[in-house]
């Protein structure tokens, strides 16, 4: 995929991009029961041959980049991106940001903890979304967490995030995630503004 995919997004009308957003909220849900429970069996056999016809009904949907809606609709907390945590921002500007998660079953490490590969994909969503709010496309060059305790699931989680530093193409991030009082996780991170014809 070329940079062409950058200009070329279409976004849904209201009823159809609504209705996707409902689908990948029941994909979320779906996610959480498939994790939390020990199905015997013949009930997964039966379970799994129902979502491949179901994955199957899409078939004829198929899109390329630049007409999915997944990950595109930016109106949406999760911006219809499953693989992504739902972010609700309470606070936003082009330098700060603030808001509220819940990590659920589908993100569990062991023990209670959220997966140590989930907590940087939450902050390069943070950061990515601030780092391109009024300001051209960038990307991820680099991003280091600091876990400070763990990270529970099944709670409201608060984070934020704040640009420290613009320079040239260089945007410089920090952000942290928090259990109440307890920080759990920090981070920093920077992002590069992308020169034209860089995907
Ligand atoms: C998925 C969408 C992504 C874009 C979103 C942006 C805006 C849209 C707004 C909202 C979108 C909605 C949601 C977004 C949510 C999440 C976003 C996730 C973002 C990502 O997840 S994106 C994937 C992971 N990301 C990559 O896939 C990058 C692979 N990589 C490259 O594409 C290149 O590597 C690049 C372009 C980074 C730089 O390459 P380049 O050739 O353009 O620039 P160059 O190397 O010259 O660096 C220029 C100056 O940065 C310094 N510098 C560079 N790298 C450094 C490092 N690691 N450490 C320290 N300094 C570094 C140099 O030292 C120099 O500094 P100086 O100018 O002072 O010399």
Redesign the pocket.
């Known amino acids: 995929m070329t940079s062409s995919a950058w200009a070329a997004q279409t976004l849904a009308d209201q009823e159809t991009g609504t209705a996707f957003e409902h689908l990948i909220g029941s994909l979320r849900g779906l996610q959480d029961s498939v994790t939390s429970t020990r199905p015997p069996a013949e009930v997964a056999l039966a379970i799994a041959a129902e979502l491949r016809a179901v994955a199957h009904r899409l078939d004829e949907f198929g899109v390329g980049e630049a007409d999915q809606l997944a990950?595109a609709q930016?109106d949406y907390p999760g911006?219809s991106q499953a693989c992504?945590p739902v972010l609700d921002h309470t606070a936003q500007s082009a330098d700060e940001v603030r808001g509220t998660l819940q990590l659920s079953r589908f993100h569990l490490g062991r023990n209670g903890a959220a997966h140590g590969g989930v907590i940087p994909l939450v902050f390069?969503?943070i950061?990515?979304?601030l780092?391109?709010?009024d300001?051209?496309?960038?990307?991820?060059?680099?991003?280091h967490v600091d876990y400070r305790e763990i990270t529970p699931i099944g709670r409201r989680l608060d984070f934020t995030g704040r640009v420290e530093r613009v320079?040239?193409?260089?945007i410089f991030v920090t952000g942290s995630l928090a259990d109440g009082d307890a920080v759990v996780a920090e981070a920093d991170a920077?992002?590069?503004v992308?020169?034209e014809g860089?995907?």
């Open positions: 990950g930016m911006r992504v390069d969503e950061f990515g979304r780092a391109g709010t300001r051209p496309r960038c990307r991820t060059a680099f991003l320079d040239g193409r260089k920077l992002f590069v992308l020169r860089q995907p």
